[in-house]
């Protein structure tokens, strides 16, 4: 004999059920990381290009331009994981595109992750800029080596020019979290 299931009285919550009013408490919790993470990423290029601007080419590389994230992006499609320079590639159509979306769904993704760890208050801004400068390892030890700049850009000739830009742009990012994921 099988054992016999309980019977499901009308008030009963289904797991179906549980799952769909997870889906709506994601909602806004989703649309808050689209939108802080595309201001965080708006604020670290509007930093980048105040640099730039500011500190000529102390803050100001061309191995970083949204073309070159575009071009990188296009040849790990083709599955071309290595380049000697990509500067050295041909430039190819759509690659600013390209680069402006990658970089912006990624800072989309990064901005999405840490709004999603627990905790039991609104994200500090120390903890955001701490992040930031963390999300900053990921351009220096898995793109810049694939682009053919070396861990850390050490094989690109600008290596401090670089980390600089590059930690400049990133504790930017991890402020623009910090400030836009509160509002």
């Not at 099988?2 to 909602?27: I, N, T």
Request: glycine share 14%; net charge positive.
């Amino acid at each position: 004999a099988q054992p016999s299931r309980p019977q499901r009285r009308s008030g009963d919550v289904s797991m179906a059920s549980l799952k769909a009013l997870d889906g709506v408490r994601a909602a806004p919790k989703l649309r808050r990381g689209v939108v802080s993470g595309v201001l965080a990423t708006l604020t670290m290029d509007s930093a980048m290009v105040l640099a730039a601007k500011l500190g000529a080419t102390a803050y100001d590389s061309p191995r970083l331009s949204p073309e070159m994230i575009g071009r990188w992006t296009k040849d790990l499609l083709r599955g071309h994981l290595l380049n000697e320079d990509i500067l050295d590639e041909p430039p190819g159509r759509g690659e600013l595109g390209i680069g402006i979306l990658i970089h912006y769904a990624t800072g989309v993704g990064l901005t999405t992750m840490f709004l999603a760890i627990p905790r039991g208050r609104p994200p500090r801004l120390r903890d955001a800029t701490a992040y930031g400068v963390a999300t900053s390892t990921l351009p220096l030890l898995v793109m810049f080596p694939s682009m053919g700049y070396g861990w850390a850009g050490l094989r690109s000739g600008e290596a401090g020019r670089l980390i600089r830009i590059m930690l400049l742009g990133h504790i930017a990012f991890g402020l623009g979290i910090g400030i836009w994921a509160r509002q």
